[in-house]
């Protein structure tokens, strides 16, 4: 099969590799019809590239038509069209029983110290072969699926793999009290989705804020305001907005890769280029992520309000500012979306109509073969590019 292999810091290519195989009777293989390119992504890209090995599968985001089932799997059946979560979970741990998925004990990497693992993301998640490819082993596939209607384009459903729990369980965790104000820092796949679900909810203020024009205009139509950090005095927009008092809640969609923190850009860019096991160790043991959007954040919010951290960090040691946390009462929500959790409540709005317009979400729609370029236009935020969808 046709799979985006990952050879390197900044070097992806599409390649012959061998279709995968049941390996477990619990596994089961789907023929993917769409995958997409997530802003995560791009960590193992550059970032997280000592925690990748060459040879790599990437992918995290996945849909398409069950192809064959172990022995043990009797919640799937050939022909059912399904999308995959970006979580390998079981179903039936105490994590899965409390919905959380993404710290699953069957799968978790005790290891790594992490959690569940995940599809395409790296040793520290398990190393599983990911979803950017003509087909994928699904493991614990009993419960590792949504299925969705026969009928309908893909673009209505392959985002129930991870931006649309991802953004709702921002959301969740921002608690935004009705009539309050909530900051969406970072307007890339995660953050227009949110603002798109807040709008539908319809029941607080939304202001976006970005560093990229065709982001921003993209959000605009979903925000009651849209701030070009480039250009306008954040804080003080915020303020009046909000009484001179910060917002209720700030949803922080950008994570570790943030501009303005060129000390830790420069650790980052240090321990890509070391050797593999080095930079692991760097990245375990005194890496630092860029943190400029949550200091951002931190200085947004209103005393006594939340902060809901949805783009990935990684770093070990990063330096937080814990008097202003502690003196300002501000509460952190954070962790890896648990899909599963969330698909009962997103699914009306995918089969009752498009309300968050997900069939015209994707800025670019590519063949497989066209990904290496898609990663380096994506990574450069040019083109327009927000997400991508990749047809094998």
């Given at each position: 099969?046709?799979?985006?292999?990952?050879?390197?810091?900044?070097?992806?290519?599409?390649?012959?590799?061998p279709?995968p195989?049941?390996k477990?009777?619990t596994?089961?293989?789907?023929r993917?019809t769409?995958?997409?390119?997530?802003?995560?992504?791009l960590?193992l890209?550059?970032?997280l590239?000592?925690?990748?090995?060459?040879?790599?599968?990437?992918?995290?985001?996945?849909?398409?038509v069950?192809?064959?089932?172990?022995?043990?799997?009797?919640?799937?059946?050939?022909?059912?069209?399904v999308?995959?979560?970006?979580?390998?979970?079981?179903?039936?741990?105490?994590?899965?029983?409390h919905g959380?998925?993404?710290q699953?004990?069957?799968?978790?990497?005790?290891?790594?110290?992490?959690?569940?693992?995940?599809?395409g993301y790296?040793?520290?998640?398990?190393?599983?072969?990911?979803?950017?490819a003509?087909?994928?082993?699904?493991?614990?596939?009993?419960?590792t699926h949504?299925k969705?209607?026969?009928?309908?384009p893909?673009?209505?459903y392959?985002?129930?793999?991870?931006?649309?729990p991802?953004?709702?369980?921002?959301?969740d965790?921002?608690?935004v009290?009705d009539g309050?104000?909530?900051?969406?820092l970072?307007?890339?796949?995660?953050?227009?989705?949110a603002?798109?679900?807040a709008?539908?909810?319809?029941?607080?203020?939304?202001?976006?804020?970005d560093?990229?024009?065709?982001r921003?205009?993209?959000?605009?139509?979903?925000?009651?305001d849209v701030?070009d950090?480039?250009?306008?005095?954040?804080?003080?927009?915020?303020?009046?907005?909000?009484?001179?008092?910060?917002?209720d809640?700030?949803?922080?969609?950008v994570?570790?890769?943030a501009?303005?923190?060129?000390?830790?850009?420069?650790?980052?860019t240090?321990?890509?280029?070391?050797?593999?096991?080095?930079?692991?160790a760097?990245?375990?043991?005194a890496g630092?992520?860029?943190?400029?959007?949550?200091?951002?954040?931190?200085?947004?919010?209103r005393r006594g309000?939340t902060i809901?951290?949805s783009g990935?960090?990684?770093g070990?040691?990063d330096?937080?500012?814990?008097?202003?946390?502690?003196?300002?009462?501000?509460?952190?929500?954070?962790?890896?979306?648990?899909?599963?959790?969330?698909?009962?409540?997103?699914?009306?709005?995918?089969?009752?109509?498009?309300?968050?317009?997900?069939d015209?979400?994707a800025?670019h729609?590519l063949p497989?073969?066209?990904?290496?370029q898609?990663y380096e236009?994506?990574?450069?935020?040019?083109d327009?590019?927000?997400?991508?969808?990749l047809?094998?």
């Amino acid at each position: 099969m046709r799979a985006v292999i990952w050879h390197g810091r900044r070097n992806v290519s599409v390649d012959t590799v061998p279709d995968p195989q049941i390996k477990e009777p619990t596994d089961a293989i789907i023929r993917v019809t769409s995958t997409n390119i997530c802003g995560s992504d791009l960590h193992l890209y550059e970032v997280l590239g000592a925690f990748m090995s060459p040879g790599d599968i990437l992918g995290h985001e996945a849909m398409g038509v069950v192809e064959e089932v172990g022995a043990d799997v009797d919640q799937l059946t050939v022909g059912d069209r399904v999308v995959i979560p970006f979580n390998i979970s079981c179903g039936h741990c105490f994590m899965c029983g409390h919905g959380l998925q993404s710290q699953c004990e069957t799968t978790q990497n005790r290891d790594q110290g992490t959690g569940a693992a995940l599809f395409g993301y790296s040793k520290l998640y398990g190393e599983v072969a990911g979803g950017q490819a003509e087909y994928l082993r699904v493991p614990h596939a009993n419960y590792t699926h949504i299925k969705v209607p026969a009928d309908g384009p893909d673009d209505r459903y392959v985002y129930l793999s991870d931006v649309l729990p991802t953004a709702w369980q921002g959301l969740d965790y921002a608690a935004v009290p009705d009539g309050g104000t909530l900051v969406v820092l970072g307007l890339g796949p995660i953050g227009s989705m949110a603002c798109r679900i807040a709008a539908h909810r319809n029941r607080y203020r939304v202001i976006g804020v970005d560093l990229v024009s065709d982001r921003l205009d993209r959000a605009r139509p979903y925000c009651d305001d849209v701030i070009d950090a480039r250009r306008d005095d954040l804080v003080d927009r915020v303020l009046s907005h909000t009484d001179g008092r910060g917002a209720d809640a700030v949803l922080d969609a950008v994570g570790m890769e943030a501009h303005g923190s060129p000390v830790a850009e420069f650790a980052q860019t240090a321990a890509g280029f070391l050797p593999a096991p080095v930079g692991r160790a760097v990245m375990r043991n005194a890496g630092m992520d860029r943190l400029a959007a949550l200091h951002t954040a931190i200085a947004l919010v209103r005393r006594g309000g939340t902060i809901s951290l949805s783009g990935v960090y990684g770093g070990a040691a990063d330096p937080i500012n814990m008097m202003v946390l502690f003196d300002k009462q501000i509460q952190l929500r954070m962790g890896q979306a648990n899909v599963k959790r969330w698909i009962p409540d997103i699914m009306g709005l995918l089969t009752d109509g498009d309300p968050l317009g997900v069939d015209t979400f994707a800025t670019h729609r590519l063949p497989l073969e066209d990904a290496p370029q898609a990663y380096e236009t994506f990574q450069k935020k040019a083109d327009g590019m927000v997400k991508v969808l990749l047809k094998p």
